[in-house]
Structure formats: structure tokens, C-alpha cells
């Protein structure tokens, strides 16, 4: 099992006397995996950690059954975007992917080769010959990850990768991450924008303050706190009193709110699984529904409802 | 698997080179390595000059240097201008102190080609002489020994070393971008030798190909004859001596400040210990010379500069160890001290984080 995750036991780290993750205990299967919080919350030290640029003070990591001490094994199958703006002076964009993949032993043939589908894979065919000091924000995110998926890693971390990338770019780059996803490999994210994190997540791991604060399948994370956060449904019907008239007859369903404008009703429930259930029976019944869709059954309503005030960009 | 790594090595030192040789950080590395290149070629061009001068004088009026040796304080103007004949300048005053007579002050120059000679007379008597010899070889070679010993390893190559080695892992925590090395499958022992190498193709480069130019500026001054014949007996073995010297300077020095850059974020003040440690190496017990790489270092010089007139006392302490240590001993020495510092400083590579927020 330890061969196909990340796993990370009981892992702390201390710089000096400020925590940068506490008792973290984590196994990340395959997929992509999103890291979640604000700034300081931990998810760069993790990402850190995993690739042992940092050493945990207490604790033990494994990545896909190698201990990132082991840079010579470990960086055969991770590749690693970080946050770092900065690169060595002088190279040129291909210049910079190709020095580093001769740095790993490839021959001067392969590296080439590498090199040319590194960058296209990213979109910076054109400025492969320009100076990575003359490229813009975005340009330089994405000669990052040329850089980390050059090799093409199984294991891919990627810390804010989507930052200061246009739309399209962005667009295309989710794309490469589910392709990864999809071939079987682990792509763990780092993002503090929630609505990206919807979008891309098999699951999550929401941190705060150095701590795991919850962890797996969004859905998952959301039914786990059901019992002090009820779910919410906005549920869009004809006859939207009759339907909150029978919803609120359920002793699982805690409110159920008519809309102004006969948007619809919003009904908060403990149980969300009975109420579905529920609604099908409604429906057989002969109330028209038109559709029903999960008002906080997201990161962002997970988010706030775990870690409140340290809100991060929606 | 040795294969791979030496081909990381070399991925490394072509990574670096451009940083090593080339950064507007390290120029005045060059500064150091070339100042003594300049001064010696303004020496020499000057000497040359003069020499040529002398020569056309000596043309003009010649005058045997058996001649001008046997010129001897006391002789009166009519004794010295019947031996020597006229003299190429000559200067006549009368002077008066206080109340007393006045006399006739004289100074007059003879030159043979090689030697200037200024004769002073107080009224009809010689009172001085003052010879201006123009350099020797053998004067030459003491020169470079002394600037060599005192200046080039002391100051030249330590600091050069300092500003490469100290450079190839601190420069880049501070440009935030040594994580890209951490991030490749490169054992940390493989990079740190990697570095190590990168620095000291770039500080052998630069130091050993001033030291021999700086050999060639001074002897440029000499005729080709001069030169040929020293080369013939010693010159060939001081010359290599000189280039290896400078070569081990940089393999010893640049071990030690590798080591500083790898562990102090602040290398100041191991930097500042090192170089009081070398500077206080004369005046310490013989035990404790041999901790340290200039004891080696000026024991492998082929020559041991004269203590000169002009040289004081304290200065020929520094470039002239009391009790040098044998060619072989030296050689095993600063490649032990070498060694020992880099598996240390290996060892403690392993340990290397990114934290770059506390740089």
C-alpha cells in the first residue's frame, strides 16, 4: 500500500520555536490531491516536507515507499513547482529545463527531447529561447513546471501552480493536471483559491495553523460535519410552500426557507442521504422539481464552516 | 554508478561556470589576482624604459663598470675625469651654511648601461656615491617571491577563494535558487563536489594563469639570452613550482571556505578566523603551524625571499616559515587537510534545508 501513497506519520516541524506543521498524519492516494489554507497555514512546509527540502523535527514521510532523504531515488519519479520566484542568472528558457535534466544523468539526446515536450506541454514553445529574467509572472510559473514535469514524474507537487496565469493557460494546465490525475498519478496542489480547488479535487486536505484540519473526498468532509452544519439544499419547484411544508415534516430537516421571487426553497437537513430519498417520494407524489442543487457542498462552504474567520480567496 | 555521477559533476561545473567566471559579483576577484599582474608589467615596462635610456648614454658616453667600481670616496673631480672621463649630467653650485665660507657642491651621474652612478663632491673631494643598479634576475626573482608569499597567497588567493567557494552555496540561498539542484535526483555529497569542482576550475583558471603571467611580465624585461639560460638551469622547475603552489592554495583554501559557505549563514566571521589564524601562523609553536595551509604553502615556494634592507623584520616573519616542512609532507598535507574538510562539510550537507524566509 505504502508503494502507491503518500503517506506522512505523525510528522511535525519546528523552526525554532514557530510551528510550521504540527502531528500531521496524512496517506495520499493517487489523484489530485489539493492543499488548503491561508497563508501560513502550513501547506508549503508540507509540500516542503514531502520533497525533503525540509527535514521533519519529528515524524516520518514516505513517498511512494522512498524517504525523501534520498533525493537521488526520490527525484527519478517526483517533480516539484514551488513558490520561488527566482532561478539561476543567464539561462534561457530551455536552457533551464535542459541543464537540469543533464544534472539527472540523461543523455544529451533525451534531454533535448525532454526539454522540447516540457515546453510545449507548457505553452512556452515560442519563448523557449528568451532569458526565463526577461519572461513574465506567468511565464516564469510555467517554466517551473516545465521544469517539474520534464521527467515525467508519477508523483507531481505543485505549490500555487495556477498563480498569475491567464484563463486560457489556467484552462489548459487543469487540464494537464487531470491527464496526470488520470494515468494514475499523484498531483497534490497547493491553492488558496477554493472555487480552482472545486474544480480539480478527487480530494482535500484542509489546513490551518500548521494542523490537518480535515482531510479526504469533498463530499465526504461535508456529510462528516452534517450533525453541527446541516446541509443545504436550494430545491427550485412549482409549488415551493407544499414542498417546504413536507420537508420540514421530517424530523432530520432542521429549516426549510421559501425564497423571495419564487426562487425556490432552501432546506437545511442533518441527513442528506433520507432527504434525497425524500424528495424522490415528492416528486412521485406529483410536485413538480425542477432541480435541486447543493448550496454548500463545496470546499469554500467546508472551509469556512472548519476555519471560519482565516478565509481564503473564494 | 560512478559513471552517473561523474556526469553530474560535470552537468554542475557547466551549471556554474558562468557564475564562477563570469559574475559582476566576482569581479573583483580578477581585481585581486591581476593588481600584482599590473603592477610588475609598470615595473617592467619601466625598468625597460630606464634600462634602454641608460644604455644610449652609455653609448654616448661609455664608461667600463671596472672603471666605475674603482671610484672611491676622497678622489678629487680632476682624479674622477681623468678616470671616467666626463660625466653624461653634472650639476655645480656654491652653497653657504650661516656665516661660514661658501662651498662648491658638485653631483655628477656616469652610467655604464646597466648601473647609474651619482657622484657627490663638496669642493674638490668625492663625499658620495650612490649607485642605481637595475634589476637583476637574481633581485628579480626575490621580488616575486616576497610579493608572492606576503601578498598573493596571503591576501590574493584567500580572498579570491572566499568570494568563489563561499559563493557557490550561500550566493545561491541568497538568490533563492538553490532548491533547483535539491530538487534532481544528485546525491548531496555528488553536488557538493560538483560545486567544489566548478570553484576550483574557475580559481585555478584565474589565480595560476596570473601567477605565470606575472613570472613572464617581470622576466620581459631581460634579454632573451638572460632568459633562456635561466630557464635552461632552474627556471622551467621554479616556474611549475610558482603555478603549483597557486594551484594547491586554491584546492586547500577553497575546501575550508566550501565548508563556510555550506554552514554559516554570516561567513564573516569564520572567514575573519581563518584568515587571523593564518596571519598569526609565524609567531605560533610548531605544532600548531601545521594546522594550517600556509605553513604548507610556503614551504613549497622555490624561493625563500631575502631578508632585504628594506624589508622589516615583521614582514620577512610572514614570507619565510622558520622550519618548512618537507616538498612531499606539504603536498600530503594540505590534500589530508582538503579531504577531510569536504567529507566533513559532505557530511553535513545531508542536513541542507531550503529555508530561504530566514536568509
Known amino acids: 500500500m505504502s508503494e502507491d501513497r503518500i503517506i506522512l506519520d505523525n510528522v511535525s516541524r519546528f523552526y525554532g520555536e514557530v510551528l510550521g506543521v504540527n502531528r500531521v498524519t496524512l496517506s495520499i492516494p493517487p489523484g489530485i490531491t489539493s492543499l488548503v489554507g491561508p497563508n501560513g497555514s502550513g501547506k508549503t512546509t508540507l509540500m516542503n516536507l514531502i520533497t525533503g527540502l525540509v527535514r521533519p523535527s519529528r515524524g516520518r514521510i514516505s513517498v511512494l515507499g522512498i524517504d525523501p532523504s534520498q533525493p537521488q531515488r526520490l527525484f527519478r519519479f517526483v517533480g516539484y513547482s514551488t513558490q520561488f520566484d527566482a532561478f539561476p542568472k543567464g539561462l534561457t528558457g530551455s536552457q533551464f529545463i535542459y541543464s537540469y535534466l543533464r544534472l539527472s544523468g540523461y543523455a544529451a539526446a533525451e534531454c533535448r527531447r525532454l526539454t522540447t515536450r516540457a515546453i510545449e506541454q507548457v505553452g512556452l514553445t515560442e519563448a523557449a529561447n528568451r532569458k526565463v529574467a526577461a519572461y513574465s509572472k506567468g511565464m516564469r510559473q510555467r517554466i517551473r513546471l516545465a521544469q517539474a514535469i520534464a521527467h515525467d514524474p508519477r508523483v507531481l507537487i505543485l505549490d500555487e501552480p495556477l498563480n498569475g496565469l491567464d484563463p486560457l493557460v489556467r484552462s489548459k494546465t487543469i487540464t494537464l493536471f487531470k491527464q496526470y490525475a488520470e494515468q494514475g498519478r499523484h498531483v497534490v496542489v497547493s491553492s488558496h483559491v477554493l472555487h480552482e480547488v472545486d474544480m480539480i479535487s478527487d480530494q482535500v486536505v484542509l489546513m490551518s495553523g500548521g494542523y490537518i484540519v480535515a482531510e479526504g473526498r469533498i463530499r465526504g468532509v461535508r456529510s462528516e460535519i452534517q450533525e453541527e452544519r446541516p446541509m443545504q439544499f436550494l430545491i427550485q419547484c412549482r409549488q415551493p410552500s407544499l414542498l417546504a411544508s413536507k420537508a420540514f415534516e421530517q424530523d432530520h430537516v432542521v429549516e426549510a426557507r421559501l425564497l423571495p421571487e419564487s426562487e425556490g426553497v432552501l432546506v437545511k437537513t442533518r441527513d442528506a442521504d433520507r432527504f434525497c430519498r425524500i424528495l424522490n417520494h415528492l416528486a412521485l407524489a406529483g410536485i413538480d422539481i425542477e432541480g435541486v442543487i447543493p448550496a454548500d457542498d463545496n470546499v469554500h462552504s467546508v472551509y469556512e464552516y472548519l476555519i471560519g474567520g482565516e478565509e481564503p480567496t473564494q | ?359
Open chain 2, 1 to 359: 554508478m560512478i559513471w552517473l555521477w561523474c556526469t553530474q559533476i560535470l552537468a554542475i561545473v557547466r551549471l556554474e561556470m558562468k557564475k564562477t567566471f563570469f559574475s559582476r559579483r566576482g569581479l573583483w576577484v580578477y581585481l585581486l589576482a591581476f593588481a600584482p599582474l599590473l603592477l610588475f608589467m609598470c615595473h617592467s615596462v619601466s625598468v625597460a624604459h630606464r634600462r634602454d635610456q641608460l644604455r644610449q648614454i652609455a653609448a654616448e658616453h661609455p664608461v667600463s663598470r671596472e672603471d666605475l667600481s674603482a671610484i672611491q670616496v676622497g678622489m678629487t673631480r680632476d682624479q674622477v675625469a681623468q678616470k671616467l672621463g666626463e660625466p653624461y649630467t653634472r650639476l655645480d653650485r656654491q652653497h653657504r651654511d650661516g656665516q661660514s665660507e661658501a662651498s662648491e657642491h658638485s653631483h655628477w651621474k656616469y652610467t655604464d648601461g646597466e648601473t647609474d652612478v651619482h657622484l657627490f663632491f663638496r669642493d674638490d673631494s668625492l663625499t658620495g656615491i650612490h649607485r642605481n643598479e637595475l634589476d637583476t634576475l637574481p633581485r628579480v626573482l626575490q621580488i616575486f617571491a616576497g610579493v608572492f608569499q606576503s601578498y598573493y597567497l596571503r591576501l590574493a588567493v584567500f580572498f579570491g577563494c572566499v568570494g568563489i567557494f563561499i559563493n557557490l552555496f550561500r550566493g545561491e540561498m541568497l538568490d533563492k535558487s538553490l532548491h533547483f539542484y535539491l530538487l534532481t535526483p544528485v546525491r548531496r555529497e555528488v553536488l557538493l563536489v560538483g560545486k567544489y569542482a566548478a570553484g576550483l576550475l574557475a580559481t585555478v583558471v584565474i589565480f595560476t594563469s596570473s601567477t605565470a603571467l606575472q613570472w613572464l611580465v617581470l622576466l620581459w624585461q631581460f634579454d632573451h639570452a638572460t632568459v633562456a639560460e635561466f630557464f635552461a638551469a632552474t627556471g622551467w622547475g621554479q616556474f611549475s613550482s610558482y603555478v603549483a603552489v597557486t594551484a594547491l592554495a586554491c584546492v586547500g583554501y577553497g575546501s575550508v571556505f566550501l565548508a563556510v559557505g555550506l554552514l554559516f549563514r554570516n561567513p564573516i566571521i569564520p572567514t575573519a578566523a581563518v584568515l587571523l589564524w593564518e596571519g598569526v601562523n609565524p609567531f605560533l609553536p610548531a605544532a600548531l603551524k601545521k594546522i594550517s595551509m600556509i605553513h604548507y604553502l610556503q614551504s613549497l615556494c622555490p624561493v625563500s625571499p631575502a631578508p632585504g634592507r628594506d624589508v622589516p623584520g615583521f614582514i620577512h616573519l610572514l614570507i619565510a616559515p622558520v622550519q618548512p616542512a618537507t616538498r612531499s609532507m606539504a603536498v600530503v598535507s594540505i590534500l589530508v587537510l582538503t579531504l577531510v574538510v569536504l567529507v566533513v562539510a559532505a557530511r553535513l550537507s545531508q542536513r541542507m534545508e531550503i529555508n530561504y524566509s530566514t536568509e
